[in-house]
């Protein structure tokens, strides 16, 4: 009888485990390895979290920069092109996705910086492979008009 119980117990554990880690595939929080949409190099490790259900993503860890890129900005490059208290300040611990709120199977309403430009974008996240992939889309005006890029989801 006790084997049944601690079988149980443990099978209670395991889908309970199971559930939770589906869960977390099933939304955009978590670490993402963002890969560039013209070179296809992994420039950035975003953690994107969640607050009284808005996301947002802050830039933890810059990567592949170029010799080009680290002559002109150093090893810590600061974001040049911003605009008001993001001007000068470094893109390691950046936040440049912010008020994205959940709409049925995709992420929107929100803004997307990108700091080698200074630009701000709209943004709509939506989750495939699993879980495992995050389209991001920023555009102005409508969807159409915009670029799109494809993060990895970090273990």
Do not use: F
């Not at 485990?17 to 978590?30: D, I, K, L, N, W």
């Not at 959940?102 to 495939?128: A, E, H």
């Amino acid at each position: 009888m006790k084997t049944l119980v601690h079988s149980a117990i443990a099978a209670a554990g395991l889908l309970l485990g199971a559930g939770v880690a589906c869960a977390a595939s099933e939304t955009p929080v978590g670490s993402w390895k963002q890969v560039d949409d013209v070179t296809g190099m992994a420039k950035s490790i975003i953690q994107i979290s969640e607050d009284h259900g808005e996301l947002q993503g802050k830039i933890v860890q810059l990567m592949n920069l170029t010799p080009e890129e680290i002559a002109q900005d150093g090893a810590h490059p600061l974001c040049g092109k911003c605009e008001g208290e993001r001007k000068d300040q470094p893109i390691e611990g950046m936040v440049i996705m912010w008020g994205v709120k959940r709409d049925s199977d995709v992420w929107t309403g929100g803004k997307i910086l990108d700091p080698k430009s200074g630009s701000v974008y709209k943004v709509k996240l939506s989750l495939s492979d699993g879980g495992q992939k995050l389209h991001v889309r920023g555009y102005i005006g409508l969807s159409l008009l915009g670029r799109s890029q494809t993060w990895v989801r970090q273990e």
